[in-house]
């Protein structure tokens, strides 16, 4: 531990964000860095417990508590302080294959889970996380080409966080992977469900690249829910490890069928990367002057409001099914996410409305959306509707290409990742449902080392 009483000598420091209604002028991400030598202050702060929760990353009652990858955050935080970065790299990157993703995404379970958290404030373990892989980046990340290959030939169906992690740890192994994706883009959910604010694509591309010269084959347009590739894929390959997510929206019990202006969230994202990032004009329209009704809440209903302020909509309301004394803290106090800030910011006011529900949509003869009725009664003018509700399981056509059991989320032998077809394996929210980034990357990790073992017989993954 570089300072025993850094937990008492420093306070916690967050990373600097831009102005609301200056970020809302781009696409650009808005967290700003800090020095280095305020950076290894917060290190410093670190407890070095005897007992580091941070990383237990244990489930109880349905809840995590801790980091589920399990990543040694003390020891890189003790490296932070003391200014050594290839040290606090090396113990980073041995649990922790995207640290780039995580920093910026991840809700920081670690931090719920820090000791230092409980009379005070917790240690910023996401924003030192970040600081450490991105220092790395800079200098030019060394690759980890394998030594030599072992002649196995595995195929990874979906390139979002999970598949990603299974192609680079098993690349790392030594086998030959090939990632089939069916977008024009590699990322998946990193690439087209998370808004460009909060995750760069540049940073999603750049590590693409960086596991294509370390031998990972990225193969995009490729639908393996096409029977006849799915045949030549079992028939070419030694393993297939199927990671294609859960993305089947869960539908609204309003009847939305035929309504022009209704669009589930992550179709609706999906829309607004493709046309602010890669200059592509799909069918989804924009929200630019339209009254922008959003159901749920979370981070896609967040990213959502954020998306739409910047299209420039001409309003933006949130409603949020539960009361809100569920989202005040301690003190009484309603949090805000960097959306609600920016629409506080741009509109004058919170954007969410509590303990309320659409009862049924208005449109006009052409079946063009102009109004929602809210459960409370009130008539709210809506052009664009956007249910960001959470999602009901993984899609069939790919489970029903290989073979693979499946009904919410593919079956796979207990605490394993082996399907009922031989040779082909599951990970992420496919097998376990809608997830955080953190655990499709633990699930990924997981699933690399079963594959392993089935194909040498014993793996020394951990």
Not at 86 to 101: I, Q, Y
Not at 215 to 234: C, E, H, Q, S
Request: overall charge negative; hydrophobic content about 35%.
């Amino acid at each position: 531990m570089g300072k025993a009483t850094g937990f008492l000598d420093y306070t916690r420091m967050n990373t600097t964000t831009r102005a609301p209604l200056d970020r809302l002028c781009d696409w650009d991400e808005f967290h700003l860095p800090l020095p280095k030598e305020q950076r290894a202050l917060q290190g410093s702060r670190c407890m070095s417990c005897g007992v580091p929760f941070c990383q237990t990353g244990m489930e109880w009652e349905g809840k995590t508590f801790g980091c589920p990858l399990h990543n040694l955050i003390p020891e890189w935080n003790d490296m932070i302080h003391a200014q050594n970065p290839s040290h606090a790299l090396a113990r980073l990157l041995k649990t922790n294959n995207f640290p780039e993703f995580t920093g910026r995404v991840c809700p920081a379970l670690c931090e719920q889970a820090c000791i230092c958290g409980m009379y005070g404030e917790s240690v910023t373990v996401r924003e030192n996380e970040l600081s450490i892989i991105e220092d790395a980046f800079a200098k030019g990340l060394r690759l980890r080409c394998p030594p030599h290959y072992s002649g196995k030939q595995v195929a990874v169906i979906g390139s979002g966080p999970a598949g990603l992690a299974v192609a680079d740890r098993l690349n790392h192994r030594g086998h030959h992977v090939t990632v089939i994706e069916r977008d024009a883009v590699a990322g998946g959910l990193l690439t087209y469900g998370i808004p460009n604010m909060k995750l760069p694509k540049s940073v999603v591309k750049r590590r693409i690249d960086h596991m294509n010269k370390e031998g990972v084959t990225f193969v995009t347009n490729a639908n393996a829910a096409d029977p006849i590739l799915a045949k030549r894929l079992l028939s070419d390959y030694d393993a297939v490890v199927l990671c294609c997510g859960a993305e089947e929206p869960r539908t609204l019990t309003v009847d939305t069928t035929g309504v022009d202006g209704f669009y589930y969230g992550t179709h609706y994202l999906k829309s607004a990367v493709e046309r602010a990032q890669f200059g592509l004009n799909p069918a989804i329209t924009t929200a630019q002057g339209k009254q922008v009704v959003i159901i749920g809440t979370g981070d896609t209903a967040s990213d959502c409001v954020a998306t739409a302020l910047r299209q420039g909509a001409k309003s933006v309301t949130q409603l949020v099914r539960r009361g809100k004394g569920d989202y005040t803290d301690c003190q009484g106090n309603l949090p805000m996410d960097y959306a609600q800030e920016e629409a506080h910011a741009a509109l004058g006011q919170d954007p969410r409305q509590f303990g309320v529900e659409v009862a049924s949509v208005v449109t006009n003869d052409a079946g063009k959306l102009t109004a929602v009725v809210t459960t409370l009664g009130d008539t709210l003018p809506c052009d664009l509707l956007i249910a960001a509700t959470g999602f009901s399981g993984c899609k069939s056509d790919v489970c029903a290409a290989f073979g693979v059991d499946a009904e919410r989320t593919v079956s796979t032998q207990q605490d394993g990742y082996a399907t009922n077809v031989d040779g082909v394996f599951t990970a992420g929210d496919m097998r376990r449902g809608a997830s955080l980034v953190v655990w499709a990357i633990a699930e990924g990790r997981a699933a690399a080392a079963e594959v392993d073992e089935y194909l040498m017989g014993y793996t020394n993954l951990q």
